[in-house]
């Protein structure tokens, strides 16, 4: 791979998943990466895992539902290490919610940690980068945030408003010197999917996703999605009209 134009990069939900094989992918590459999520201890121990890499992991525990932690944080890493470069905005987690599941707690901690977690290290990272011209911002959305799906009517809302979030930011930016990209992975093997009780479509192992997030971050990608194969099903089918489109889901998930 190309050797990246990233000295200092940051990542959130950097401890697990795809988060850590990007955060390891970059290091080998020679990039600085300041590693955050809240466990502490698991950011220590990947940051152990990748000695010996060209690059080095920092670790910066920290909650991004904590708006001002997430500007603390963001100081503590520029005072300790110079301006980010490329910062990866890819907190996250799922939760499938049935009829059962409809408590209103579920939904407002989706939107805090998927929404407002992006938005509250967004902020001071524009304001950041937009007084130096210059960085790189990718946030981490999803596939499933194209179209409802069956039990995602709050993971899928929180992924949509982060795809639009990004749409609106991209037209916002032209000029500033700053890029967005939007990665929309599909399944991917990591803690998360491990939760998941059904096959997987086009599965990937996290070290391959990190190798297309990266080569799409280097082509500065407005949208960096895949596999291909999968995506473009998904983006035929939010083409559809809803009198076909039900049905078709319906019948595919057996929802
Ligand atoms: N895996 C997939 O198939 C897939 C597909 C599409 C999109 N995505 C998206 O990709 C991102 C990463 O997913 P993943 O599968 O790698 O998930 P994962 O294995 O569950 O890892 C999630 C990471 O986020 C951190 N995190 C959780 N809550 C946090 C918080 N409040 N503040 C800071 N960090 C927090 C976790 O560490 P701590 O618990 O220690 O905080 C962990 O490092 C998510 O946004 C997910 O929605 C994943």
Redesign the pocket.
Known sequence: MQKPQWSVVWI??????????LALALAGLGCGVAI????SQ??HALARSGAGLRGELWPYP????DGAACATTLAQIEAEHGCIDLAVL?????RPLSLDDFEIAAFESLMQ??YM?VVNTAVPLLRSMRRRGAGQLAI?????GYRGLPTASG?GAS?AALINFAEALKLDLAGTGVALSL???????????ARNRFS?PF??E?ED?AARIIRGLQRRRFEIAFPWRFVFWLKLFRLLPYWLYFPLVRRITRA
Not at 36 to 39: D, E, H, K
Not at 62 to 65: A, G, H, K, N, Y
Not at 186 to 191: E, I, K
């Open positions: 959130t939900g950097a401890s697990k998943g795809i988060g850590a094989a955050s999520a809240r466990n698991d950011l920290l909650d991004v539902t890819n907190a996250g987690t799922h940690l998927n977690g981490t959305a999803s596939v499933a993971y992924k990665i929309n992975p599909g399944f991917v093997r990591t803690p998360l999917t997987m599965l990937l996290p996703a």
